[in-house]
């Protein structure tokens, strides 16, 4: 565990009267063996008040980046690493209040093991003396992979809500398995989530989607939605998505009904389009209850999407890609375009084409758990490699005129950018040479005949 410790964490250490601890994940994971990609969360606590660790750090050559004496926390900063500090306490909560009511300090460290969230998470590392401290049994939980609450499940949970995606969120990424009683604890307490505020949801749900990235665990995505869905709390974040659940598809497409041909898309799809594979479909739910049928739902699914997007504050870029890979990922679907039709939207939105193909991949193979290539992807792959083999213009910049060349051709400047779109698709379909001329030419004649 030493090996682990930026010597200046050691020397923290060294620096304080009373013994200072590391915490939580870097002592779980130590203990199960599980190496996270990227940086480690650095969670240290001690009997110490905030202003000694505080003072201590900044001799020593720590950034202090924030101090709240009324938790006796400290965000600290050196040599690249990020590290919170908090005193020994314990918390006082009202039922459905993400924060404390009340915090009362302590030496007690089996005191501060139960204001914590589970017993994997409560192992502490005494760094001065190099012995782990395991005040409520935390490391024989690490060692059979389970998680329970660090007191009774329905207390806990109900203390604070967030705590809910937490445990869906750790058990996805390490492999854990919740035990029964946690499981039962989070169903009592799932509508609590809906005081958590939705940047935090919204954290939380995105590091589910890429669970498998933090220690490897294969389709850990999948299972950290599946336990969101088994305590109830997916139908409260998602329920447009939710509305899904029991509702069949025809049977000779799909071997699983519209939610869980949505989970395993989210399964099978790469991490940088995992929202658009789990909402692909979301406009289902909503057409076949409004409509009786699942036709057109991309149109709603799109819809919907921005407006799930909008209430958990997911970032523009995100929102944007999202919703226009959900409107998209219907199109040639049966692979019955023609080429001049695919070669057209190809060069309309080659902006998303790579990221398409892979949601159309993931959506193919959620449907019966078949991993070969989707024929539709085949088809688009071999069009647009035939389509770069013939030099064909992709983009606007490619196209051997420019807006000023239509202006002085006679092209009015409010049309300038439509007809430079009009001009792709055709070079994308040979219907004109991509030559200057010839481009202004067919422009012109377009324009004459409307």
Same mark, same amino acid.
């Given at each position: 565990m030493m090996n682990l410790l930026p010597q200046k964490l050691i020397s923290l250490a060294g620096a304080l009267k009373k013994p200072l601890y590391a915490v939580g994940g870097v002592c779980r994971d130590f203990l199960a063996g599980l190496t996270p990609a990227g940086r480690r969360d650095w969670d240290i606590c001690s009997p110490e008040s905030a202003g000694e660790?505080?003072?201590?750090?900044e001799e020593l050559g720590f950034s202090v980046t924030a101090v709240y004496k009324n938790t006796g926390t400290v965000r600290l900063t050196c040599e690249g690493e990020d590290y919170e500090f908090t005193t020994f306490r314990t918390d006082k909560y009202v039922r459905g209040v993400h924060s404390p009511a009340e915090v009362f300090f302590t030496e007690d460290i089996r005191l501060d093991a139960l204001r914590r969230d589970f017993k994997c998470n409560a192992v502490y590392y005494d760094i001065r003396t190099q012995k782990?401290? +395991?005040?409520? %049994?935390?490391?024989?939980?690490? @060692? #059979?992979? =389970?998680? #329970? =609450?660090?007191?009774?499940?329905?207390?806990?949970? &109900?203390?604070? &809500?967030?705590r809910l995606v937490r445990l869906c969120r750790i058990a996805a990424q390490t492999g854990f398995t919740p035990t029964e009683e946690c499981i039962e604890g989070a169903i009592a307490n799932c509508a609590l989530i809906d005081d958590i505020a939705a940047e935090r949801v919204w954290e939380e749900l995105n590091a589910i989607l890429h669970a498998d990235i933090k220690y &490897?665990?294969?389709?850990?995505?999948?299972? &950290?939605?599946?336990?969101? /869905? /088994?305590? !109830?709390?997916?139908?409260?974040?998602?329920? @447009?998505?939710?509305? %899904? +659940? !029991?509702? @069949?598809?025809?049977?000779?497409?799909?071997?699983? +009904?519209?939610?869980e041909h949505s989970l395993r898309c989210a399964a099978?799809?790469?991490? @940088?389009?995992?929202?658009?594979?789990?909402?692909?479909?979301? %406009? /289902?739910p909503y057409c076949k209850i409004n409509f009786g049928r699942f036709a057109r739902h991309e149109d709603e699914g799109a819809r919907i999407a921005e407006d799930i997007c909008r209430r958990l504050r997911v970032s523009k870029r995100q929102t944007e890609l999202t919703c226009t890979l959900v409107r998209l990922h219907m199109y040639d679907l049966s692979g019955e375009a023609s080429e001049n039709k695919v070669r057209k939207f190809i060069v309309a939105h080659l902006d998303v084409l790579d990221k398409l193909l892979l949601l159309k991949q993931a959506d193919f193979s959620a449907c019966k758990d078949d991993l070969s290539t989707a024929p539709c992807v085949v088809k688009w792959q071999k069009i647009y490699a035939k389509m770069i083999d013939e030099g064909v213009p992709l983009t606007k910049k490619q196209l051997a005129v420019r807006g000023d060349d239509l202006i002085n051709a006679g092209i009015s400047p409010v049309q300038t950018a439509k007809t430079l779109d009009f001009l792709l698709g055709e070079c994308a379909i040979g219907n004109v040479r991509n030559q200057k001329d010839a481009l202004i030419r067919f422009a012109l004649a377009r324009r004459i005949q409307g």
């Open positions: 660790v505080a003072a201590a750090a782990f401290v +395991d005040p409520l %049994g935390g490391i024989a939980e690490i @060692e #059979s992979r =389970t998680i #329970s =609450t660090v007191s009774d499940a329905n207390k806990v949970f &109900g203390e604070d &809500g967030l &490897g665990v294969a389709q850990a995505q999948y299972e &950290g939605l599946k336990l969101l /869905k /088994k305590i !109830g709390v997916l139908a409260r974040i998602l329920p @447009e998505l939710a509305l %899904g +659940d !029991g509702m @069949e598809q025809r049977k000779d497409f799909h071997a699983h +009904d519209v939610l099978y799809a790469p991490p @940088e389009i995992r929202l658009a594979a789990l909402l692909h479909d979301v %406009g /289902k």
